[in-house]
């Protein structure tokens, strides 16, 4: 294809089905289901009561605080277990076969699916919800990883050992920094990926979090606040990428 | 001439879950000191094994490889694998770097072959940011850094454009005048080995035997030892491509 | 050579800007009906933005191509465009892949006609592809996929062949006998053709006449003619000379 660059007064490209929808919104909030279903106004004063306010008792940064600690911690825990447990299965043929098998079985599990034992083992303790978002982080660590050795080009290693580097070298400065981009790449996917549990991992008994807030939200029932809360996480998630995003830019600037 | 590389009834067989495939069938030939010497044949596995057997990266089922002398190797892939993390000036300093040769010397080692393969300027860019040619030519120059007794080549310009390819096989010649390295060269196109070596040798398809051997001595030094540059359209260049191509 | 016959295409001050770098610059020249015309140039000398200005894949900045005396427009008119790469359709078998170009609403009608029928026959004979109409593309060989190709592009009867250095990336042997083979076909069914490459060889191999380009900005050269009998054989010294000869015109190194 051959992409032509719109001119900037094309902008109404983008701005207009935006405005559509809101508007849309507006009306059928309006007119239908005033009851059940909060206008765009009512969102956006709520987000602004929320920017001031406390709710549940915790200020919204307080929230959003506490659900990106989760996060982050999470994260942190799935990918230090999984990124090296994929290179490991990338470089060596018998440590691949022989964990294959299991990852793969774990990896049919989603992450949600450790709910209940969770709750079983960890109670409704911080660490229950950060040892979902880990499982959630973990496969995708190991599976990106994993590819981003094996695909390393076999000529590459050759060159690196006839310029006389040795084996610990090589893994260095060849297989790490040609892998890199795809073991990034997981990164990115396991944070979007627990990004979006942060509602179902704070589902029972948080106390604090953005998907706490969402469903306070539902229980009062405050559909403003559920809508609020709803926006704000994906404002976050959308953040969060493009910072990654950026980050790619600086750590691979080659590719 | 003496003899830098011997190469005596070498076989080579690769096994898979389909079965065996004999790719080299009791290879034997001599590579001299300083020449440049040319295996063409078809298709690429046979060529492309035997030289990884030379420098030792693959192993093999019958016969013998001497080298006489210094064994520093050179090798030149012909899809480049340069470092793409890596500056055109990180690349070519690279074996350098793993040889621990002391950084002011490194530099300086560095520069000159940077400059031979015609890169000044180009030190601070990134592989992406050059063409396939100039990518060949940083592949080239890293190999030359390690200053091997032979250079091993596979193909280097097989992936390059007609006109890209002429441009530097000028340029290889000039460099290996200059270097006075043993050359290896690896191809299937006739034109390039003929314009290239002092000595042609001719592979079958798989299994890989020797079909003949051809020296190529015409236009290659002036009466002062110079190097030449060979005619493509010459008579005595065209008779030898007409009988390559009908014995190919 | 090419008194007496039609102007199959008229290229006047084609020109093309991205932004500010002038790509092409004013080419002006015919395309004589069943020619087949060599464009040669430099490495870099912009020559898929050239045959993406005639596939009407992107509109020039200045001036005009015409077919038949009327400006390109592939509702009215047949083009074909063969690229690089194999071009196969993967899950057509290769007689799905040769009929492929009469999918079009407004050609569909033609693949019942006789004339269509016997042309499509004729191509497979010619191609060498008799035999193989059931069979896959990934089945056959890279050379048989580059005649598929190559008989998909005649069958529709273009008015105008356009070819992106096919053989570029296969070796002498194959890429001689493909050319033998298309120069074959084109021979046979006399169609006009556009065969765009950088390989000085490869070009006074198939050309009738050869346009040779300037660098970016690109402008016209200059023009030849090669007046040598098919098959030519490459160590003529008829042959030789005009290699050289253009050769000479794009070196640049």
């Not at chain 1, 403003?224 to 990428?241: H, K, Q």
């Not at chain 2, 190097?227 to 014995?247: A, N, P």
Request: charged share 25%; proline share 5%.
């Amino acid at each position: 294809m051959i992409s032509v660059k719109l001119p900037k007064k094309d902008i109404m490209i983008y701005a207009l089905p935006i405005v559509g929808v809101l508007l849309f919104w507006y009306i059928l909030a309006t007119i239908f289901y005033s009851e059940v279903l909060p206008t765009p106004l009512n969102v956006i004063r709520k987000i602004g009561y929320l920017l001031t306010h406390e709710v549940a008792d915790k200020t919204l940064y307080r929230h959003v605080g506490r659900s990106l600690f989760r996060m982050v911690t999470g994260l942190v825990i799935g990918i230090s277990l999984g990124v090296p447990l994929g290179i490991f299965m990338g470089w060596n043929r018998y440590f691949e076969s022989a964990i294959k098998p299991l990852f793969e079985t774990f990896r049919m599990i989603p992450s949600l699916a450790w709910i209940p034992l969770s709750v079983l083992f960890f109670g409704t303790s911080e660490l229950g919800k950060i040892f979902i978002i880990s499982i959630a982080a973990f496969p995708p660590s190991v599976l990106n990883s994993w590819r981003g050795v094996r695909l390393v080009d076999p000529d590459m290693v050759t060159a690196a050992k006839i310029l006389g580097a040795k084996d610990l070298t090589i893994m260095k400065s060849v297989v790490l920094p040609a892998a890199l981009p795809s073991i990034f790449a997981g990164v990115q996917y396991a944070v979007s990926i627990s990004w979006m549990c942060i509602l179902a991992a704070e589902l029972v008994a948080a106390g604090e979090g953005l998907g706490f807030l969402t469903f306070y939200g539902m229980e009062i029932p405050d559909t403003s606040l559920i809508a609020a809360g709803m926006l704000i996480i994906g404002v976050v998630g959308f953040t969060i990428s493009q910072i990654l995003r950026y980050l790619e830019r600086v750590i691979a600037p080659w590719k | 001439m003496s003899r830098k590389i011997e190469i005596g009834n070498l076989s080579k067989s690769f096994t898979s879950r389909s079965g065996s495939v004999q790719v080299l069938k009791e290879i034997s030939f001599e590579v001299f000191e300083k020449e440049f010497l040319v295996i063409l044949g078809p298709g690429g596995c046979g060529k492309t094994t035997l030289l990884k057997i030379i420098v030792g990266e693959l192993g093999f089922d019958e016969g013998r490889v001497n080298i006489r002398g210094g064994k520093n190797i050179g090798f030149v892939f012909q899809s480049f694998s340069i470092f793409p993390w890596m500056t055109v000036h990180q690349n070519v300093e690279f074996g350098l770097k793993m040889r621990n040769v002391p950084e002011q010397e490194r530099r300086e080692i560095t520069s000159k072959y940077i400059d031979l393969v015609g890169l000044k300027g180009f030190e601070g860019y990134y592989p992406k940011q050059i063409s396939g040619g100039m990518k060949q030519r940083v592949g080239i120059a890293r190999m030359l850094a390690i200053s091997p007794e032979i250079m091993l080549m596979d193909n280097p310009f097989g992936h390059l454009d007609a006109q890209t390819k002429y441009h530097l096989e000028e340029e290889l010649l000039r460099i290996w005048d200059a270097e006075r390295k043993t050359v290896v060269f690896v191809t299937n196109d006739i034109e390039e080995a003929i314009f290239l070596a002092d000595r042609i040798i001719l592979l079958s398809k798989l299994p890989a035997e020797i079909k003949e051997q051809f020296e190529v001595s015409f236009q290659r030094r002036g009466p002062n030892g110079e190097l030449l540059r060979r005619s493509r359209t010459g008579d005595k260049f065209l008779k030898l491509r007409k009988t390559l191509t009908e014995v190919f | 050579m090419n008194e007496g016959k039609k102007v199959k295409v008229q290229v006047t001050n084609l020109a093309k800007r991205f932004g500010d770098l002038l790509v092409i610059d004013g080419l002006s020249f015919n395309i004589y009906d069943g020619e087949f015309l060599v464009i040669v140039g430099p490495t870099g000398c912009g020559k898929t933005t050239f045959l993406n200005l005639f596939a009407t894949l992107i509109p020039p900045s200045e001036g005009q191509i015409k077919i038949d005396s009327e400006p390109v427009d592939l509702k009215r008119h047949n083009l074909a465009y063969i690229f690089q790469e194999p071009s196969c359709i993967p899950w057509l078998t290769v007689d799905e892949n040769i009929r492929f170009g009469f999918e079009t609403g407004r050609r569909k009608h033609l693949l019942k006609e006789e004339k269509t029928q016997g042309r499509i026959k004729e191509l497979k004979k010619l191609a060498g592809l008799d035999g193989y109409e059931k069979d896959y593309p990934r089945n056959l060989s890279v050379s048989m996929q580059q005649l598929v190709v190559v008989a998909r592009g005649f069958a529709i009867d273009p008015d105008l062949l356009l070819m992106d250095e096919p053989y570029g990336q296969l070796d002498i042997k194959t890429r001689l006998s493909l050319e033998s083979e298309l120069l074959k076909v084109w021979s046979t069914l006399n169609k006009t053709v556009m065969f765009v490459t950088h390989n000085i060889e490869e070009a006074v191999y198939l050309a009738e006449r050869i346009i040779v380009l300037t660098n970016k900005p690109t402008k016209i050269k200059q023009e030849l003619t090669v007046d040598l009998p098919h098959p030519r054989d490459v160590t003529d010294p008829k042959f030789v000379k005009i290699r050289e000869e253009v050769t000479e015109l794009i070196k640049w190194w």
